[in-house]
């Protein structure tokens, strides 16, 4: 069974300090791997999709990176700023889970200005 | 503002009572999904449909009724919940229902009293 962890759970900065965020997911038959981000009481909006054929993805200040084999993603945010506070999740598609995105507990982040 | 919509956003209501929750995408998808989101927990998906037809049940009591009358709409009947059905539930849809990105929507946060 795929199990999905993020790491820190919890993480406050200063404004303009860059940032990981971390991902280990247990099974590496994956067909993807996605982050999200979620505010508070909100629904998820996508950040970034890696194709298990891919290394990373850049989108802005975002850059994702994706170590299929050993089961590890990372989530780098340049140049933090207090809109980036929000809950960051990270989900995978297994391979043997048809259309099944397991998603771990999420890192709540805080920027502080 | 995504792609995806659900009404209503907020729902209370009575253990004994019926109600439904409607999401609606507008991205032309042919996948579309129902999580729940309880505190604390990671996301779980509940349902899955394709083109129509429903391609995963995962283990959801019978008191949750998913209805997909076409690509493009989407329901969750709800009757006799108990208090611990209370969490936010997201809809979600994507391209096809393997290896494509899923797009959300706001939720509904559902309380049973």
């Known amino acids: 069974k795929q199990e999905v962890t993020q790491i820190p759970a919890a993480l406050s900065v200063p404004e303009g300090e860059n940032l990981v965020l971390n991902c280990s997911f247990t099974?590496?038959?994956?067909?993807?791997l996605q982050w999200f981000r979620q505010d508070p009481g909100k629904g998820l909006t996508s950040l970034l999709l890696?194709?298990?054929?891919?290394r990373e993805q850049t989108s802005g200040r975002l850059n994702a990176s994706l170590d299929k084999s050993s089961g590890r993603s990372t989530l780098y945010i340049a140049a933090s700023q207090p809109g980036d506070s929000a809950t960051y999740l990270c989900a995978v598609e297994g391979e043997t889970s048809g259309s099944r995105l397991t998603f771990g507990e999420g890192t709540q982040l805080t920027v502080n200005p | 503002e995504t792609g995806v919509t659900q009404t209503p956003r907020h729902l209370v209501m009575g253990m004994t009572n019926k109600k439904s929750l409607k999401c609606e995408q507008h991205l032309g998808h042919n996948a579309m999904y129902w999580y729940k989101q309880s505190a604390k927990k990671p996301l779980e998906l509940m349902f899955v449909y394709s083109l129509e037809e429903r391609v995963e049940n995962n283990s959801v009591p019978s008191r949750f009724s998913p209805e997909c009358p076409n690509s493009s709409h989407l329901f969750l009947h709800l009757h006799t919940l108990q208090p611990e059905d209370s969490a936010l539930y997201l809809c979600?849809?994507?391209?096809?229902?393997?290896?494509?990105?899923?797009?959300f929507g706001p939720g509904t946060r559902l309380t049973v009293t």
């Open positions: 099974d590496s038959a994956i067909y993807n």
């Open positions: 890696i194709q298990s054929s891919q």
């Open positions: 979600a849809s994507s391209q096809d229902s393997v290896s494509y990105e899923q797009y």
